[in-house]
Structure formats: C-alpha cells, structure tokens
C-alpha cells in the first residue's frame, strides 16, 4: 500500500493526497454524520489526465474508488463503507459564480449551495427549488467529459441542443451516482440572468387550495414562475426556534405555507402588479387566508433563509425519519390525508414535517420524534423500516416514487428491491457489469446485488 500512496503522489502530488486520519475524517462520514466508513486516502487532481491515471492505479490494485464532490449527500452515497479501503476522489467546480460573472445564470440550486459541487450535482442528477421552471439537472447539461472505469476518457463536451447521432451518452452518467464514471467537465445549458425577483409568502387555505393556486399561478405567469415551495406549520415554527425567532412573514401557527418566486428580466412593476391581481382573486376565491410580498432584497433573503433551514432546525428538534418522495400533483393532498393519520395513529407523540417543492410534487416528508421518544424505542430500526413501510406504499400506489431528488445511495436499497422490477435491476447490473467489470466505482450502492 505504501507503494499504492507513493504513486499516487507522483500523480497528484504531495498535497493532493491526504492519508492522516484527521485529515480524512470529514470525507468518510456523510453531512448528517448517518454513515461513517474508511478509506486508504483522498486524492485531489488537478487535472482529467491525472483523474484517468489516477483509476488506471487504482484498477491495477484493485482498490476500489469512491467519488466525491461536496459530500452533501443525503443517502450515503459518497462515502465509503467501513472496512473499503477505498481510494477517494475529489473533483471540485464551482459553477454558479462563473455563470453570474459570465451574465448568465445556473438554475440548479438547492440548501448546499457554496458546499456542493457541479460534479456532484450532475451524478445524482440534483433538483432544488428551481426545478419547475428551468428542470433539474438533466435538463441543463449540454455535454460531459467522463472518466471511465477502464481509464479511457470519453470526450462528449458538445455543446448543442440537438444531436440525434446514436444513443445520447451523457445522460448514462446524470443520476448514476458515480457508479459508471467519473465527471471531470461538463457543457451546461445557462439562462438569461434575471435582474428582477419577486417573491411572496402566502398562507393557503389548504392542501387542496394549494394544489388549486399552483395552476392559477401556471396559467397566468407559467413561464415566470421560478419556484412554488411549501412548508407546514410545525416546520415554520420549527426552523423559527432554531433560528432564534426571526421575524416570520405571516403566523407561524397557520396550517399551511406556501413560497412563491416570479422572476423577470424587465418591468418589474407589470410584473409585480400581476402577482398582486393574481392574489387578490385567490383571496376572492378563498384560496388564501393571508399574503405578504417582499418590499426589498433584504425581505425576500430572510423567507428564503427560513426555508434552506429546514434541514438542520430538524436536525435540532430530535429524530426525523426523512423521505424524499415524489407523486402527481393533483395527488398531493390524497397522499397526505392518507399518511398523516396512519403514522399519527401508529406512534403516539410523532410530529409530521412536510416541506417540498410543490411545484413539481416532491415533498420531503418527515416524521419528527423527541430525542427522548426515540431512546424509549426497543428497536429503533424496526421504527424506521416500520414508517418507511407505511409511507413508500402509499405512495407507491398513488404512482409515485421513494427518491424524487436525492438518489439512492445505499440508504434506499431494500426500497430498489422492493419497488424496482428485476427487468429495471436486471438492465442497470449489466450496464455496471459492462463499463465498470471489476465493480471499483463506489461499490455497493444504487443497484442491490441479485438474489440467488
């Protein structure tokens, strides 16, 4: 191994690879601190070439790889299993503050942003707030440079709309979450940088008037409508206590919540006034209880400050059970009125937290237990499976999915097991078997091993 190490920084140099144990501590154990593993060093190149030699080393020791970019996974993805030995490789690339020096503007953004990275981004095909207008991450990459698990690099950084020569490669990599290659480049789709941000906090009357008021705003101002947030009370009231009770838009104690985002590139008074017809007939129709828009940058900066919170104020309230689950819009509030009372009745005490992107159906569903009502469990696992059960079947029978954005790692598994049919396994084991024969690339997570 001392052998393995000394090549290696012949390829990175002596301070692209890290072997001391505190040095790797932050990159085997992922950002909720749920999975912790080992790993023989972290590798950082500086180049594709050193990348390729890099998993040419690696393939000759048979030493698995582990990719990695920000490492703010959520399901376990990036990091390795205890007792690898993997070799971890870091390729870093801020996107969003070229693109803003460029004039341009990157949609992709979500809570990490300023700790994730592009490459990341790409291999779990990442989603966040902007997804109803401008797609996820598939949506916006043009081209990709790649890295293969033979060493080769495949060359597809074109830039163009439209290419209808053969299968369309890049889009083997996005969302495969480093299991058949290594991104090092990519061509990405930018759009016209919008000078002009409104956004407003409303207050529903409901699930259901939400759904409702997602289609008015579509029909009215579809191509302007950036992003369409929701959030229950207790979560409001949750992200408020652990951010030290800054102002809240509206009552925290009202039952629904919802952010919206317009943005334009011109006229922002027709914009503005549009919004604001748009609400006074959602309140004429009962749609909305209450509304406030944002006089200012600053005011529109603390709602999104009170939503990109939501993931550590849970962290700070006890034991979530999270899921990232994705259903037809119109089926939304069925889900809800289905799962809530089931959970509720099952676990005495829980508290149900529903923040999402309503816009494009994905909510992050997340049944909350006291730190003291989680130690009490016999078998807390048993819980999780339990509520994990409960929740993926309805939303399996409502034509939905276990993992709307955040991948599969190796906390969905037995979810690809139970829910994937063996002919979807049986095809990405081959497309693993075919491009990565010797399994180095992140072995052990998306595809679960066949059953004998």
């Known amino acids: ?33 749920s999975y912790k593993g080992d790993a023989k060093c972290l590798v950082r190149p500086r180049s594709t070439e050193e990348v390729a030699a890099v998993v040419a080393l690696c393939t000759v020791h048979s030493v698995p790889i582990q990719p990695q970019g920000g490492n703010t996974g959520l399901t376990g993805a990036s990091v390795p299993y205890p007792g690898e030995g993997s070799v971890i490789l870091c390729v870093l690339a801020d996107v969003q503050r070229a693109a803003i020096e460029a004039g341009r503007y990157y949609p992709v953004s979500l809570g990490a942003e300023g700790s994730c990275q592009i490459g990341g981004n790409i291999a779990t095909n990442a989603g966040g707030t902007g997804v109803l207008r401008y797609g996820n991450t598939r949506e916006n990459v043009l081209g990709l440079e790649v890295v293969l698990p033979d060493a080769t690099i495949w060359h597809g950084l074109r830039g163009l709309r439209k290419n209808n020569t053969g299968f369309d490669l890049k889009h083997l990599f996005i969302g495969s979450e480093g299991l058949l290659g290594i991104i090092t480049a990519a061509t990405l789709k930018l759009h016209p940088l919008n000078t002009h941000n409104i956004s407003t906090w409303l207050a529903p009357a409901g ?17 302007q409508l950036s992003a369409f947030e929701t959030m229950n009370g207790p979560q409001l009231q949750m992200v408020l206590k652990f951010m030290s009770n800054p102002p809240s838009p509206l009552d925290p104690n009202l039952p629904w919540h919802i952010l919206a985002e317009f943005n334009c590139a011109s006229n922002e008074a027709g914009l503005r006034n549009s919004v604001e017809q748009i609400l ?36 700070a309230a006890g034991r979530g059970i999270s ?20 959970l509720e009745q099952r676990f005495a005490g829980v508290q149900i937290i529903i923040v999402g992107h309503l816009g494009d159906g994905n909510l992050h569903f997340v049944p ?37 954005e955040h991948g599969i790692g190796r906390y969905l598994l037995g979810e690809m097991r139970q829910y994937k049919s063996e002919t979807e396994l049986s095809l990405m084991r081959s497309i693993k078997h075919t491009l990565d024969p010797k399994g180095l690339f992140n072995p052990g997570k998306v595809i679960p091993q066949a059953l004998n």
């Open 207 to 223: 699930i259901d008037a939400a759904v409702e008021l997602l289609g008015v705003f579509q029909a009215e101002l579809g191509p």
């Open 323 to 342: 899921h990232d689950i994705a259903v037809p819009v119109s089926k939304i509030p069925e889900f809800l009125r289905r799962i809530t009372p089931a």
């Open 368 to 404: 909350v237990f006291t730190n003291a009502a989680w130690a009490a469990f016999p078998d807390p696992d048993a819980v999780i499976d339990e509520v994990h059960q409960l929740t993926y079947g309805v939303v399996n029978e409502l034509g939905g999915t276990f993992s709307a």
């Open 280 to 315: 006074q007939t959602a309140f004429s129709r009962g749609l909305v209880t209450d509304a406030v828009i944002a006089a200012s940058e600053a005011q529109r900066t603390s709602m999104w400050d009170l939503r990109h919170n939501v993931t550590d104020a849970i962290k």
């Open 1 to 33: 191994m001392d052998a393995l190490i000394k090549s290696l920084v012949q390829i990175a140099g002596e301070t692209g690879v890290l072997t001391a144990a505190a040095d790797l501590d932050a990159f085997v154990t992922d950002c909720r601190g």
